[in-house]
């Protein structure tokens, strides 16, 4: 069964380095999505990005976050100059035809940042 | 945004029952998903659910879009079963799936 894959699964830097967390998305999809997951909370949005540029961003996504689909398989999050705060789960997930249909989440990559 | 409100924030059960997890959300939704996050994090796919009702296995799931609420059956269950489960809602405009704060099941042997 496809599914989305994310590498890695955890990562530690120092604070102020700059980090980039890799997902394959599921092959046929066509919305990608970051969301993050401070540990004991709940999970939120970060941003949506379609046809190469993003849709939709949340508060919390500001200028240290960016995105990008370098290839055809791979999309990105990169997070400059790490802070404490910064330390949580990211999910990448996929959509086939958009937001309104069933999005599918990889395993997470845990981030911490000392 | 729409808010989304689970309950019970936590659930204690013994092997063998059944239970019935709730997700209301404060406006119309047109994708409502349920997920079981496992002891190492991971977000599993259970129900994509905007409407009606749907059944895999020992779980079934009901939406009742028009009162804003679902519901989560869990029948038999099994240690296994252990873990948060998730509702996330998508309002109609936008893209980003709002979830809830999750319910903590245990399930006891």
């Known amino acids: 069964e496809p599914e989305v894959t994310q590498t890695p699964s955890h990562q530690v830097t120092q604070m102020g380095q700059e980090v980039i967390l890799r997902c394959v998305p599921i092959?046929?999809?066509?919305?990608f999505y970051w969301y993050r997951q401070i540990l004991g909370q709940k999970v939120e949005f970060l941003v949506s990005?379609?046809?190469?540029?993003?849709?939709?961003k949340s508060e919390i996504f500001d200028d240290q976050f960016s995105v990008e689909r370098p290839d055809g398989s791979n999309f990105t999050l990169k997070i400059r100059s790490t802070k404490l705060e910064d330390s949580a789960m990211y999910f990448c997930?996929?959509?086939?035809?958009?937001?309104?249909?069933?999005?599918?989440f990889g395993q997470g990559t845990r981030l911490t940042v000392v | 945004g729409i808010q989304v409100e689970q309950s019970p924030p936590d659930l204690i059960l013994q092997e063998g029952a059944n239970s019935t997890l709730r997700c209301n959300f404060s406006?119309?939704?047109?994708?409502l998903q349920w997920f079981h996050q496992n002891p190492w994090g991971q977000l599993i796919n259970l129900f994509y659910?905007?409407?009606g009702t749907k059944q895999n296995g020992r779980l079934s799931a009901t939406t009742v879009a028009t009162e804003r609420y679902s519901l989560l059956y869990i029948s038999s269950s099994q240690t296994t079963d252990s873990g948060v489960y998730f509702c996330?809602?998508?309002?109609?405009?936008?893209?980003?799936?709002?979830f809830g704060e999750g319910t903590q099941l245990t399930v006891n042997p």
């Open positions: 659910i905007p409407s």
């Open positions: 996330a809602g998508k309002e109609t405009s936008g893209s980003r799936l709002t």
């Open positions: 990005f379609y046809n190469n540029e993003i849709s939709e």
């Open positions: 092959s046929n999809h066509l919305y």
């Open positions: 997930a996929s959509s086939y035809l958009g937001p309104n249909t069933e999005a599918f």
């Open positions: 406006d119309s939704v047109n994708n």
